[in-house]
């Protein structure tokens, strides 16, 4: 019966190539905190701090990812049994590698698509983005996947492929601060100069607004009311969406308290004498009063940002780009 004999000398080429495998592993993950701690993203301006940390954490685990396999695969080849499985594997390299590279299709596209997200970076590390209707943050982005916190503290588990096969929005992408609306249907008798001024007054109390748009426009009208949006600009989404809120509901109360006949409502001519209605009376008088016949608002006060327009943070991106040739001038800023 033959004896079962230990090749020290072979175990021991073995142990120090996963030796050095496993170091090189942990070098390239301190290397990667050390990136991130030098690099925090809570602060107010954290553009450049995301995009660093982005291509750390994808970069690092994509060569962790590498060192890995290539170590595993050297100290497999030490074995002359998987020496000559790999050569057989490659005599028959035409069916093998098809049915292989199907197999890990979903695997090997994911690496490439982090790959890509890394250095096109469409999104980066606490970036604001709508993913499949949701709102939430990047928390994540792993080897194949990125984890979405969701604003009410549930996380999504996405494939890397799927940002670079389908749309989304960036609400971050070269500055935090943003425009929201908050839509009112009133009567066609609303004092818009009063609406004005009291927007104005909600927006200057309120320290979420960043001091750049305040705009209250009639943009529709049906038979019965008219919409009002009340355009306002805040530093981020979520001061936004708070400031829209307070904006709803301080404008609502106001027009309740001071002018009541700004509300909607829906009207029936009876056609029948001595029906009197004092409440119209009141609120045309009212309005002659506070809004002079033929009086025009300033354009400043009905005019929106469009998509044309460019802010300082477009022109800071449009600086960074890299020259071909003559550069075109940037546009004008409206």
């Known amino acids: 019966m033959p004896r079962f004999e230990i090749d020290w000398p072979h175990l021991s080429v073995v142990a120090i190539v996963l030796a050095l495998t496993w170091l090189a592993i942990l070098a390239v993950g301190a290397l990667q905190r050390r990136v991130v701690r030098r690099h925090p993203v809570d602060v107010e301006d954290n553009l450049a701090a995301r995009r660093i940390q982005t291509q750390a954490r994808v970069l690092g685990r994509l060569a962790q990812f590498a060192i890995g396999l290539v170590g595993i695969s050297l100290a497999l080849m030490t074995f002359p049994a998987v020496r000559q499985l790999g050569t057989a594997l490659l005599a028959s390299a035409g069916i093998i590698g098809l049915v292989a590279g199907i197999a890990a299709r979903p695997v090997f596209g994911n690496l490439i698509a982090g790959l890509q997200l890394a250095l096109s970076q469409p999104i980066r590390m606490d970036d604001v983005v709508i993913v499949e209707g949701e709102w939430g943050r990047i928390e994540e982005i792993g080897a194949t996947y990125v984890v979405v916190r969701i604003w009410d503290e ?3 588990v996405v494939p890397l492929q799927w940002f670079i096969e389908h749309p989304f929005q960036n609400w ?6 943003l425009l929201g609306d908050a839509t009112l ?25 960043d001091g ?3 705009v209250a426009q009639v943009t529709d009208a049906d038979r019965q009311a008219i919409q009002v949006r009340l355009l306002v600009s805040a530093r981020n989404s979520g001061e936004l969406f708070d400031l829209r809120c307070a904006v709803r509901e301080c404008m609502v109360a106001f027009l ?4 009541p006949g700004s509300l909607p409502r829906l009207r029936t001519d009876l056609s029948r ?3 009197v209605r004092e409440a119209a009376l009141d609120d045309a008088a009212r309005l002659s009063r506070e809004v002079p016949a033929g009086a025009v608002p300033d354009s400043s006060e009905t005019s929106s940002p469009g998509a044309e327009d460019v802010n300082d943070a ?6 960074q780009r890299p020259v071909a040739g003559d550069e ?6 409206r």
């Open 154 to 156: 549930r996380r999504m």
């Open 172 to 177: 971050t992408r070269t500055t935090a601060q």
């Open 185 to 209: 249907w009133l009567d066609y008798r609303t004092p818009m100069a009063a609406v004005r001024g009291k927007l104005q007054e909600i927006c200057e109390a309120d320290p979420r607004w």
């Open 212 to 214: 750049r748009v305040c």
């Open 256 to 259: 309740e308290r001071e002018h």
């Open 273 to 275: 004498e001595g029906v």
């Open 314 to 319: 477009d022109l800071a991106a449009i600086a």
């Open 328 to 333: 075109p001038p940037a546009p004008a800023v």
